[in-house]
């Protein structure tokens, strides 16, 4: 099944404990993104990814770092998180030679910086 | 990419039309217009995109003004299942570059 993963769903941290959020996608797709929702806010994207080794700043990136060694995985990485981080994050990937440009999301991870 | 205005919330009666309006006006030639919705707390589910042709399919259509500055997503017979925050975004097409989702339109189908 095609499908976008994330780990883990749901995670309570202390502030500064450095933690990971791990998405992973089998559909081959060079493109990938994570964004966070808060209330009233909408959805803001945090880094986005067009191919391996290639990765850039979304509208909100800051505390957060990124990698793409590997096309199928893109961790988004917390170094040093702090309660203004508590949100819900969500992984999407996308087929850059598809035509259609239709985002797939994983179903979101639920953190809480306390 | 341009910026989108939607209104906040709207209600729409079950088996009837769903009308939900969009707009772009500093939308430029090469952008296409994107519906996605959310239900509830999931990740948000690609609807249908077009660039100034009405598009239709199995979900909704899409309905673009010839100015390109207004567009309108139509459900056109919403279920109860059709509640959701509707986002509308506009951006070239394929570049992967960034989305603004903003905050969308919250639909609530009564029964």
């Known amino acids: 099944e095609a499908q976008v993963t994330q780990n883990p769903r749901y995670l309570i941290t202390v502030t500064g404990k450095k933690l990971t959020v791990t998405c992973s996608q089998n559909?081959?797709?060079?493109?990938m993104s994570w964004y966070r929702q808060d209330p009233g806010l909408g959805l803001r994207q945090i880094y986005y990814?067009?191919?391996?080794?290639?990765?850039d700043k979304g509208d909100v990136p800051e505390g957060y770092k990124v990698s793409r060694k590997e096309k199928r995985n893109f961790p988004l990485i917390l170094e040093s998180p702090s309660p203004n981080q508590t949100s819900l994050y969500f992984c999407?990937?996308?087929?850059?030679?598809?035509?259609?440009?239709?985002?797939?999301f994983g179903p979101g991870t639920r953190l809480t910086v306390l | 990419d341009a910026k989108t205005t939607q209104p906040p919330s709207m209600d729409c009666a079950e088996g009837r039309a769903a009308n939900l309006p969009c707009n772009h006006s500093?939308?430029?030639?090469?952008?296409?217009v994107y519906w996605y919705r959310q239900i509830h707390s999931q990740g948000p589910q690609y609807i249908i995109h077009?660039?100034?042709n009405n598009e239709t399919n199995e979900m909704a259509s899409l309905i673009i003004t010839e100015d390109r500055k207004s567009s309108t997503l139509i459900l056109p017979h919403a279920t109860l299942r059709d509640t959701a925050v509707y986002y509308c975004?506009?951006?070239?097409?394929?570049?992967?570059?960034?989305?603004?989702f903003g905050t969308g339109t919250s639909l609530t189908v009564i029964p």
């Open positions: 077009g660039l100034k």
């Open positions: 500093t939308i430029s030639g090469n952008e296409y």
């Open positions: 999407a990937s996308s087929g850059l030679n598809r035509g259609i440009d239709e985002q797939f």
């Open positions: 990814s067009m191919n391996v080794e290639v990765t």
């Open positions: 559909m081959n797709h060079e493109y």
């Open positions: 975004i506009v951006r070239v097409l394929n570049t992967g570059n960034q989305f603004y």
